[in-house]
């Protein structure tokens, strides 16, 4: 079998006024995160990491944040028609392992609910889906919540 280990990172900035959506999900807090789409960093950072583990390249290019058509567009239809090209390729995923970084809220508990989207989007099992979370210990932008990180690794195979 012919494997591809993939890597992805995201960043945004948090705002009020905003809302806040990690995997899928609308997560209560008081600020969200800015961008051009839905600003979902896990499902960006998910994007790339399949995305880079197939060498097609990043998010930026298939979705450019100069396109109107992805003007608060939700994170969940990218990371679908990631899968789709993904499919189209030949390639099929066999695990994706994320970190997710913020202050707060605390997003654990959303945790399984987020791992159930992406395992229904992608087409895999949950237990194919890992979402950790972690602080800054208040330190860097993060810790003082002006922004927010992910990171993602992901494992295809040729099918």
Same mark, same amino acid.
């Given at each position: 079998?012919?494997? %591809?280990?993939?890597?992805?990172?995201?960043?945004? /900035?948090?705002?009020?006024?905003?809302? #806040? *959506?990690?995997?899928g999900v609308k997560i209560p807090h008081y600020k969200g995160a800015l961008g051009? &789409?839905?600003?979902? @960093?896990? #499902?960006?950072?998910?994007?790339?990491?399949? $995305?880079?583990?197939?060498?097609?390249?990043?998010?930026?290019?298939?979705?450019?944040?100069?396109s109107k058509e992805f003007k608060n567009i939700d994170s969940k239809i990218l #990371?679908? %028609? @990631?899968?789709?090209?993904?499919?189209?390729?030949? *390639?099929?995923?066999?695990?994706?392992? &994320?970190?997710?970084?913020? /202050?707060?809220?605390?997003?654990?508990?959303?945790?399984? +609910?987020? %791992?159930?989207?992406?395992?229904?989007?992608? +087409?895999? +099992?949950?237990?194919?889906?890992?979402?950790?979370?972690?602080?800054?210990? &208040? $330190?860097?932008?993060?810790? %003082?919540?002006?922004?927010?990180?992910?990171?993602?690794?992901?494992? $295809?195979?040729? @099918?």
């Amino acid at each position: 079998m012919n494997f %591809r280990i993939g890597y992805g990172y995201d960043v945004h /900035q948090l705002v009020e006024g905003r809302e #806040l *959506w990690l995997g899928g999900v609308k997560i209560p807090h008081y600020k969200g995160a800015l961008g051009h &789409s839905d600003a979902d @960093v896990l #499902l960006h950072a998910l994007c790339d990491a399949l $995305l880079g583990a197939a060498a097609l390249g990043d998010i930026g290019k298939h979705f450019p944040d100069t396109s109107k058509e992805f003007k608060n567009i939700d994170s969940k239809i990218l #990371l679908k %028609r @990631v899968a789709e090209l993904l499919k189209e390729k030949g *390639w099929k995923v066999g695990n994706v392992d &994320s970190t997710l970084c913020l /202050q707060k809220p605390k997003i654990m508990p959303f945790a399984d +609910e987020m %791992r159930s989207i992406i395992a229904g989007i992608l +087409e895999i +099992e949950i237990d194919q889906v890992s979402i950790k979370a972690t602080t800054k210990e &208040s $330190l860097g932008f993060v810790g %003082r919540e002006e922004g927010l990180e992910a990171s993602a690794v992901a494992l $295809l195979f040729k @099918v």
